[in-house]
Protein backbone atom coordinates (compact mmCIF):
# COMPACT_ATOMS: atom_id res chain seq x y z
CA UNK A 1 0.00 0.00 0.00
CA UNK A 2 2.02 3.15 -1.02
CA UNK A 3 -0.45 5.37 -1.20
CA UNK A 4 -3.14 5.58 1.72
CA UNK A 5 -6.45 8.00 2.42
CA UNK A 6 -6.52 8.69 5.83
CA UNK A 7 -9.84 10.09 5.97
CA UNK A 8 -11.28 6.63 4.96
CA UNK A 9 -8.52 4.81 7.44
CA UNK A 10 -9.40 6.97 10.58
CA UNK A 11 -13.16 7.27 10.28
CA UNK A 12 -12.85 9.40 13.37
CA UNK A 13 -11.98 12.53 11.09
CA UNK A 14 -15.05 12.82 9.45
CA UNK A 15 -16.98 13.80 13.21
CA UNK A 16 -14.43 16.13 13.95
CA UNK A 17 -16.15 19.97 13.14
CA UNK A 18 -14.21 21.93 15.54
CA UNK A 19 -11.04 21.74 14.12
CA UNK A 20 -9.72 23.17 10.97
CA UNK A 21 -8.19 21.31 8.39
CA UNK A 22 -5.03 22.42 8.04
CA UNK A 23 -4.53 21.57 11.79
CA UNK A 24 -5.76 17.63 11.42
CA UNK A 25 -2.97 17.32 8.43
CA UNK A 26 -0.10 18.80 10.45
CA UNK A 27 -1.48 16.51 13.66
CA UNK A 28 -1.55 13.57 11.36
CA UNK A 29 2.45 14.69 9.74
CA UNK A 30 3.31 14.99 13.47
CA UNK A 31 2.30 11.23 14.19
CA UNK A 32 4.17 10.03 11.50
CA UNK A 33 7.27 11.59 12.19
CA UNK A 34 7.16 9.71 15.35
CA UNK A 35 6.55 6.48 13.68
CA UNK A 36 9.39 7.08 11.65
CA UNK A 37 11.64 8.16 14.26
CA UNK A 38 10.63 5.12 16.52
CA UNK A 39 11.79 2.61 13.39
CA UNK A 40 14.35 4.72 11.83
CA UNK A 41 16.23 6.82 15.19
CA UNK A 42 15.78 10.02 12.88
CA UNK A 43 13.27 11.80 11.00
CA UNK A 44 15.58 14.37 9.19
CA UNK A 45 16.02 12.77 6.29
CA UNK A 46 12.02 11.79 5.48
CA UNK A 47 9.78 14.04 4.07
CA UNK A 48 5.92 13.59 5.26
CA UNK A 49 3.50 14.82 2.56
CA UNK A 50 -0.44 14.98 3.06
CA UNK A 51 -2.69 15.97 0.75
CA UNK A 52 -5.25 18.74 2.42
CA UNK A 53 -8.07 17.70 -0.29
CA UNK A 54 -8.61 13.78 0.56
CA UNK A 55 -5.92 12.72 2.94
CA UNK A 56 -3.77 10.78 0.84
CA UNK A 57 -0.44 10.06 2.66
CA UNK A 58 3.57 9.98 1.10
CA UNK A 59 6.42 9.26 2.76
CA UNK A 60 9.97 9.79 1.28
CA UNK A 61 12.98 8.95 2.77
CA UNK A 62 16.18 10.24 1.44
CA UNK A 63 19.78 8.65 1.88
CA UNK A 64 23.81 9.70 0.99
CA UNK A 65 24.93 6.78 -1.31
CA UNK A 66 28.32 5.77 0.05
CA UNK A 67 30.82 3.13 -0.92
CA UNK A 68 30.98 -0.48 0.21
CA UNK A 69 32.29 -0.18 3.67
CA UNK A 70 32.11 3.14 4.55
CA UNK A 71 28.45 3.46 5.27
CA UNK A 72 28.39 4.46 9.52
CA UNK A 73 24.80 5.13 9.86
CA UNK A 74 22.38 2.98 7.92
CA UNK A 75 19.71 5.52 8.70
CA UNK A 76 20.80 8.35 6.63
CA UNK A 77 23.53 6.41 4.49
CA UNK A 78 23.20 3.52 1.99
CA UNK A 79 26.38 1.61 0.86
CA UNK A 80 26.41 1.45 -3.35
CA UNK A 81 26.37 -2.60 -3.33
CA UNK A 82 22.99 -2.47 -1.79
CA UNK A 83 21.76 0.50 -3.96
CA UNK A 84 22.72 -0.99 -6.89
CA UNK A 85 19.92 -3.91 -6.40
CA UNK A 86 17.51 -1.43 -6.12
CA UNK A 87 18.49 1.37 -8.59
CA UNK A 88 21.19 -0.03 -11.12
CA UNK A 89 22.01 3.84 -11.86
CA UNK A 90 23.13 4.68 -8.39
CA UNK A 91 26.59 5.78 -7.83
CA UNK A 92 27.97 7.32 -4.56
CA UNK A 93 27.60 10.98 -3.88
CA UNK A 94 23.88 10.35 -5.13
CA UNK A 95 20.60 10.51 -3.33
CA UNK A 96 19.14 7.45 -3.22
CA UNK A 97 15.05 8.29 -2.43
CA UNK A 98 12.93 5.72 -1.25
CA UNK A 99 8.96 5.33 -0.92
CA UNK A 100 7.62 4.54 2.63
CA UNK A 101 4.66 2.49 2.73
CA UNK A 102 2.32 2.45 5.86
CA UNK A 103 3.18 -1.61 5.52
CA UNK A 104 6.43 -1.33 6.05
CA UNK A 105 5.61 0.13 9.72
CA UNK A 106 3.76 -3.24 11.21
CA UNK A 107 0.67 -3.66 12.03
CA UNK A 108 0.86 -3.08 15.64
CA UNK A 109 2.45 0.63 15.11
CA UNK A 110 -0.33 1.20 12.94
CA UNK A 111 -2.76 0.61 15.38
CA UNK A 112 -0.38 2.71 18.29
CA UNK A 113 -0.72 5.65 15.77
CA UNK A 114 -4.21 5.44 15.22
CA UNK A 115 -5.05 5.76 18.84
CA UNK A 116 -2.70 8.42 19.33
CA UNK A 117 -4.09 10.38 15.97
CA UNK A 118 -7.70 10.00 17.77
CA UNK A 119 -6.55 11.15 21.02
CA UNK A 120 -4.53 14.10 19.66
CA UNK A 121 -6.95 15.30 17.50
CA UNK A 122 -10.03 14.98 20.73
CA UNK A 123 -7.64 17.12 22.57
CA UNK A 124 -7.25 19.29 19.92
CA UNK A 125 -11.29 19.38 19.64
CA UNK A 126 -11.28 20.14 23.53
CA UNK A 127 -9.06 22.82 23.38
CA UNK A 128 -10.94 24.46 20.16
CA UNK A 129 -14.59 24.28 22.54
CA UNK A 130 -13.19 25.47 25.51
CA UNK A 131 -11.68 28.74 23.43
CA UNK A 132 -14.57 28.73 21.08
CA UNK A 133 -17.11 29.48 24.36
CA UNK A 134 -14.85 31.25 26.60
CA UNK A 135 -15.16 33.82 23.73
CA UNK A 136 -18.88 33.81 23.87
CA UNK A 137 -19.48 34.10 27.60
CA UNK A 138 -23.03 36.31 28.48
CA UNK A 139 -24.17 35.36 24.80
CA UNK A 140 -27.30 33.93 23.95
CA UNK A 141 -27.10 30.03 23.27
CA UNK A 142 -29.81 27.88 21.45
CA UNK A 143 -29.75 24.05 21.86
CA UNK A 144 -31.81 20.89 22.10
CA UNK A 145 -32.77 18.96 25.11
CA UNK A 146 -30.95 16.05 25.63
CA UNK A 147 -31.41 14.51 29.07
CA UNK A 148 -33.10 15.65 31.90
CA UNK A 149 -31.75 14.90 35.49
CA UNK A 150 -32.63 15.84 38.99
CA UNK A 151 -29.97 18.45 39.18
CA UNK A 152 -29.50 19.28 35.56
CA UNK A 153 -30.48 19.20 32.29
CA UNK A 154 -27.95 18.46 29.50
CA UNK A 155 -28.31 20.62 26.29
CA UNK A 156 -26.91 20.10 22.80
CA UNK A 157 -25.92 22.96 20.76
CA UNK A 158 -26.33 23.17 16.64
CA UNK A 159 -22.61 21.14 16.72
CA UNK A 160 -23.51 18.44 19.06
CA UNK A 161 -21.38 20.49 21.92
CA UNK A 162 -22.56 19.76 25.59
CA UNK A 163 -24.28 22.10 27.76
CA UNK A 164 -25.32 21.71 31.02
CA UNK A 165 -27.67 23.75 32.84
CA UNK A 166 -27.91 23.35 36.95
CA UNK A 167 -31.25 23.45 38.19
CA UNK A 168 -29.99 26.28 40.21
CA UNK A 169 -29.77 28.29 37.10
CA UNK A 170 -33.43 27.01 35.37
CA UNK A 171 -36.66 29.09 36.43
CA UNK A 172 -38.51 27.53 39.27
CA UNK A 173 -41.36 27.43 36.41
CA UNK A 174 -39.17 25.65 34.03
CA UNK A 175 -40.17 22.50 33.27
CA UNK A 176 -37.86 20.44 30.08
CA UNK A 177 -38.17 16.72 28.42
CA UNK A 178 -35.87 15.98 25.73
CA UNK A 179 -36.44 17.22 22.60
CA UNK A 180 -37.50 20.86 23.69
CA UNK A 181 -36.22 23.55 22.08
CA UNK A 182 -33.98 26.02 25.08
CA UNK A 183 -32.87 29.41 25.28
CA UNK A 184 -29.89 30.36 27.49
CA UNK A 185 -27.00 32.47 28.49
CA UNK A 186 -23.77 31.36 28.25
CA UNK A 187 -23.03 31.49 32.21
CA UNK A 188 -18.91 30.40 32.37
CA UNK A 189 -16.47 28.19 30.97
CA UNK A 190 -14.50 26.05 33.00
CA UNK A 191 -12.00 22.52 32.46
CA UNK A 192 -12.67 19.91 34.08
CA UNK A 193 -9.85 16.73 34.14
CA UNK A 194 -9.11 18.62 30.43
CA UNK A 195 -12.54 18.30 29.21
CA UNK A 196 -14.84 21.71 28.69
CA UNK A 197 -18.03 22.62 31.24
CA UNK A 198 -20.04 25.22 29.71
CA UNK A 199 -22.62 26.31 31.96
CA UNK A 200 -25.60 28.16 30.98
CA UNK A 201 -28.18 29.71 33.03
CA UNK A 202 -31.77 31.32 32.29
CA UNK A 203 -31.51 33.30 35.58
CA UNK A 204 -28.67 35.69 35.26
CA UNK A 205 -29.43 39.43 34.90
CA UNK A 206 -27.44 39.17 31.22
CA UNK A 207 -29.81 36.65 30.21
CA UNK A 208 -32.44 39.03 30.29
CA UNK A 209 -30.62 41.58 29.25
CA UNK A 210 -29.56 39.48 25.51
CA UNK A 211 -33.41 39.14 25.63
CA UNK A 212 -33.96 42.74 25.35
CA UNK A 213 -30.95 43.37 22.61
CA UNK A 214 -33.23 40.92 20.83
CA UNK A 215 -36.76 42.05 21.06
CA UNK A 216 -35.46 46.03 21.08
CA UNK A 217 -33.73 47.18 18.23
CA UNK A 218 -32.86 50.50 20.20
CA UNK A 219 -30.94 48.52 22.62
CA UNK A 220 -28.70 46.46 20.23
CA UNK A 221 -27.99 50.02 18.20
CA UNK A 222 -27.16 51.36 21.34
CA UNK A 223 -29.81 54.65 21.15
CA UNK A 224 -31.41 53.31 24.68
CA UNK A 225 -28.84 51.78 27.80
CA UNK A 226 -29.44 49.27 30.33
CA UNK A 227 -28.41 50.76 33.13
CA UNK A 228 -29.15 47.91 35.42
CA UNK A 229 -31.33 44.44 35.69
CA UNK A 230 -32.23 43.15 39.57
CA UNK A 231 -34.23 39.84 39.35
CA UNK A 232 -36.14 37.43 41.15
CA UNK A 233 -36.58 34.74 38.33
CA UNK A 234 -39.76 33.68 37.52
CA UNK A 235 -41.48 36.36 39.41
CA UNK A 236 -40.18 39.77 38.96
CA UNK A 237 -37.56 41.85 37.74
CA UNK A 238 -36.66 45.48 37.44
CA UNK A 239 -34.98 46.92 34.82
CA UNK A 240 -33.26 50.49 34.57
CA UNK A 241 -32.72 52.44 30.91
CA UNK A 242 -31.76 55.51 29.62
CA UNK A 243 -32.23 57.13 26.32
CA UNK A 244 -29.10 59.00 24.66
CA UNK A 245 -31.64 60.17 21.71
CA UNK A 246 -34.22 62.90 23.87
CA UNK A 247 -36.64 62.07 21.35
CA UNK A 248 -37.12 58.47 22.24
CA UNK A 249 -38.67 57.67 25.55
CA UNK A 250 -36.81 54.67 26.49
CA UNK A 251 -39.53 52.68 29.32
CA UNK A 252 -42.08 53.47 25.88
CA UNK A 253 -39.81 51.59 23.19
CA UNK A 254 -38.72 48.86 25.68
CA UNK A 255 -42.50 47.93 26.13
CA UNK A 256 -43.59 48.37 22.49
CA UNK A 257 -46.82 49.02 21.45
CA UNK A 258 -49.59 47.64 23.54
CA UNK A 259 -46.28 45.68 24.97
CA UNK A 260 -45.89 43.89 22.21
CA UNK A 261 -42.23 43.93 22.38
CA UNK A 262 -42.07 42.65 26.13
CA UNK A 263 -44.72 40.20 25.96
CA UNK A 264 -42.18 37.81 24.09
CA UNK A 265 -39.49 38.13 26.81
CA UNK A 266 -42.07 37.83 30.16
CA UNK A 267 -43.59 33.93 27.87
CA UNK A 268 -39.95 33.27 27.56
CA UNK A 269 -39.61 34.36 31.07
CA UNK A 270 -42.16 31.83 32.33
CA UNK A 271 -44.21 34.97 33.18
CA UNK A 272 -42.17 37.52 34.90
CA UNK A 273 -43.18 40.20 35.67
CA UNK A 274 -41.18 43.17 34.19
CA UNK A 275 -40.57 46.28 35.32
CA UNK A 276 -39.43 48.77 33.11
CA UNK A 277 -37.99 52.05 34.75
CA UNK A 278 -36.26 55.40 33.48
CA UNK A 279 -32.87 56.28 35.32
CA UNK A 280 -32.11 58.82 36.69
CA UNK A 281 -29.22 60.32 38.79
CA UNK A 282 -32.11 62.16 41.51
CA UNK A 283 -32.04 59.14 43.88
CA UNK A 284 -35.39 60.40 45.48
CA UNK A 285 -37.12 60.01 41.86
CA UNK A 286 -35.18 56.90 40.74
CA UNK A 287 -36.31 55.04 44.35
CA UNK A 288 -40.27 56.52 43.28
CA UNK A 289 -40.23 54.88 39.91
CA UNK A 290 -38.29 51.80 41.45
CA UNK A 291 -41.31 50.96 44.12
CA UNK A 292 -43.94 51.50 41.27
CA UNK A 293 -46.79 50.95 41.06
CA UNK A 294 -46.85 52.07 44.42
CA UNK A 295 -47.31 55.77 44.95
CA UNK A 296 -45.32 57.24 47.26
CA UNK A 297 -45.82 60.59 49.38
CA UNK A 298 -42.24 61.34 50.64
CA UNK A 299 -38.95 60.00 50.97
CA UNK A 300 -36.52 60.52 53.48
CA UNK A 301 -32.68 60.12 52.49
CA UNK A 302 -29.53 59.26 54.34
CA UNK A 303 -26.66 58.96 51.77
CA UNK A 304 -24.15 58.13 54.21
CA UNK A 305 -26.03 54.98 55.38
CA UNK A 306 -27.50 54.36 52.12
CA UNK A 307 -30.84 54.13 54.11
CA UNK A 308 -34.30 55.16 52.37
CA UNK A 309 -37.55 55.86 54.50
CA UNK A 310 -40.26 55.74 52.43
CA UNK A 311 -44.14 57.51 53.25
CA UNK A 312 -46.98 56.10 51.58
CA UNK A 313 -50.68 55.99 52.36
CA UNK A 314 -51.52 53.04 54.15
CA UNK A 315 -53.67 51.44 50.40
CA UNK A 316 -50.19 51.98 48.87
CA UNK A 317 -47.48 50.03 51.09
CA UNK A 318 -48.98 46.33 50.27
CA UNK A 319 -47.86 47.07 46.72
CA UNK A 320 -44.45 49.04 47.70
CA UNK A 321 -43.97 45.76 49.40
CA UNK A 322 -45.10 43.40 46.82
CA UNK A 323 -46.10 39.50 47.18
CA UNK A 324 -43.51 37.82 48.89
CA UNK A 325 -41.79 41.18 49.44
CA UNK A 326 -40.47 41.48 46.01
CA UNK A 327 -41.01 44.71 44.78
CA UNK A 328 -39.76 46.44 47.56
CA UNK A 329 -36.49 43.74 47.52
CA UNK A 330 -35.57 44.72 44.31
CA UNK A 331 -36.18 48.49 44.07
CA UNK A 332 -33.65 48.11 46.88
CA UNK A 333 -31.09 46.27 44.70
CA UNK A 334 -31.74 48.02 41.66
CA UNK A 335 -31.36 51.80 43.71
CA UNK A 336 -28.62 50.74 46.10
CA UNK A 337 -30.53 51.91 49.06
CA UNK A 338 -32.38 49.88 51.83
CA UNK A 339 -35.54 51.12 51.88
CA UNK A 340 -37.91 50.93 55.10
CA UNK A 341 -41.67 51.78 54.54
CA UNK A 342 -43.80 53.55 56.62
CA UNK A 343 -47.76 54.67 56.55
CA UNK A 344 -48.14 58.16 56.06
CA UNK A 345 -47.74 60.19 59.39
CA UNK A 346 -51.58 60.78 60.88
CA UNK A 347 -53.44 58.34 58.32
CA UNK A 348 -52.85 55.90 61.59
CA UNK A 349 -56.96 55.40 62.10
CA UNK A 350 -57.45 54.82 57.96
CA UNK A 351 -57.89 51.08 57.63
CA UNK A 352 -55.69 48.87 55.84
CA UNK A 353 -56.27 46.27 52.93
CA UNK A 354 -56.29 43.49 54.12
CA UNK A 355 -53.29 41.79 51.81
CA UNK A 356 -50.61 44.05 54.05
CA UNK A 357 -50.89 41.04 56.45
CA UNK A 358 -49.89 38.61 54.13
CA UNK A 359 -46.35 38.31 56.19
CA UNK A 360 -48.29 37.28 59.28
CA UNK A 361 -51.51 35.91 57.64
CA UNK A 362 -51.33 32.73 55.66
CA UNK A 363 -52.59 33.76 51.68
CA UNK A 364 -55.45 31.23 51.75
CA UNK A 365 -56.63 32.48 55.30
CA UNK A 366 -56.64 35.91 53.39
CA UNK A 367 -58.62 34.61 50.59
CA UNK A 368 -61.11 33.20 53.02
CA UNK A 369 -61.77 36.78 54.11
CA UNK A 370 -61.67 38.59 50.79
CA UNK A 371 -64.33 35.83 49.59
CA UNK A 372 -67.12 37.15 52.45
CA UNK A 373 -65.93 40.60 51.47
CA UNK A 374 -63.54 41.79 54.11
CA UNK A 375 -60.69 43.12 52.17
CA UNK A 376 -59.94 45.10 54.82
CA UNK A 377 -58.82 45.44 58.43
CA UNK A 378 -61.58 47.10 59.76
CA UNK A 379 -63.91 44.94 57.52
CA UNK A 380 -62.91 42.16 59.62
CA UNK A 381 -62.56 43.20 63.00
CA UNK A 382 -66.50 45.02 62.49
CA UNK A 383 -67.88 41.33 62.75
CA UNK A 384 -67.60 38.63 65.62
CA UNK A 385 -65.79 35.77 66.27
CA UNK A 386 -69.13 33.50 66.06
CA UNK A 387 -70.08 35.61 63.14
CA UNK A 388 -66.52 35.09 61.42
CA UNK A 389 -66.93 30.89 62.05
CA UNK A 390 -70.40 31.00 60.60
CA UNK A 391 -69.20 32.74 57.11
CA UNK A 392 -66.41 30.92 56.40
CA UNK A 393 -64.30 27.96 56.89
CA UNK A 394 -62.27 29.12 59.64
CA UNK A 395 -61.61 27.67 63.10
CA UNK A 396 -61.87 30.00 65.78
CA UNK A 397 -58.98 29.87 67.28
CA UNK A 398 -57.60 30.72 63.65
CA UNK A 399 -60.12 33.96 63.75
CA UNK A 400 -58.93 35.18 66.97
CA UNK A 401 -55.47 35.00 65.99
CA UNK A 402 -56.26 37.18 62.76
CA UNK A 403 -57.77 39.53 64.59
CA UNK A 404 -55.35 39.89 67.30
CA UNK A 405 -52.60 40.26 64.09
CA UNK A 406 -55.55 43.43 62.93
CA UNK A 407 -56.35 44.96 65.86
CA UNK A 408 -52.38 45.49 66.92
CA UNK A 409 -51.98 47.92 63.83
CA UNK A 410 -54.53 49.93 65.43
CA UNK A 411 -52.95 50.12 68.83
Keep these: MSNINLIDSFQEFKDF ?83 ITLE ?83 LKVDMVNATP ?21 EIFDGLITIKKIVREPGERAKVA ?55 ITSIKLDDETKHAAVYLKPDQVSLAIGRGGHNIKLAGKLTGYEIDVYREAGEEDEDVDIEEFSDEIDSWIIDELKAIGCDTAKSVLALSVDELVKRTDLEEETIKEVMSILKSEFE
Design 241 to 295: VESYDDRIDPVGACVGMKGSRIHGIVRELKNENIDVINFTNNVSLYITRALSPAK
Design 17 to 99: KNIDRPTVISVLEEVFRSMLRKKYGTDENCDVIVNPDNGDLEIWRTRKVMEDGFSEDDDLEIELAEVKLLDPDMEVGDDYIEQ
Design 104 to 186: SFGRRAILAARQTLVSKVLELEKDEIFKKYKDRVGEIVTGEVYQVWKKETLVLDDEGNELMMPKTEQIPADYFKKGDTVRAVI
Design 197 to 217: KIIISRIAPEFLQRLFEIEVP
